[in-house]
């Protein structure tokens, strides 16, 4: 059973900084695109980035320059470093991967997701 479990979200105030994490657990062949999509209330789930395995990292213009997506290097865990975070950060962080299994198929999962809240 393929997993993804994140972690890290918190309260903060305006200005602050958090680090999500997202791990990928189960038995699998390998991961290629990783991404982080929030979603705030009575709003739709958007991407907020992604990183491909070869590298390749996307992000929403909202965040540029603010957050940092990188993976490690067994490349089963993706982290979203956030930075100067603002009150229209908040929302439910979901992290996102498409996995192939060991039958050679691709499939793609959804985490439970963590909560951001950023408020004084």
């Known amino acids: 059973q393929v997993q993804l479990m994140e972690s890290g979200g918190d309260l903060v105030q305006p200005g602050g900084s958090l680090r999500l994490s997202c791990a990928a657990s189960g038995s699998f062949a390998t991961i290629n695109k990783m991404a982080w999509y929030r979603q705030a209330p009575a709003k739709q789930r958007e991407l907020v980035a992604s990183?491909?395995?070869?590298?390749?990292?996307n992000y929403a213009d909202s965040v540029k320059g603010r957050f940092t997506i990188s993976r490690d290097n067994p490349q089963t865990t993706i982290y979203l470093q956030m930075n100067n975070l603002t009150p229209d950060d908040t929302g439910v962080y979901y992290c996102?991967?498409?996995?192939?299994?060991?039958?050679?198929?691709?499939?793609?999962?959804w985490g439970q997701g963590t909560q951001v809240t950023v408020s004084s």
């Open positions: 996102n991967a498409d996995i192939l299994s060991k039958s050679n198929q691709w499939r793609n999962y």
């Open positions: 990183a491909t395995r070869g590298g390749n990292t």
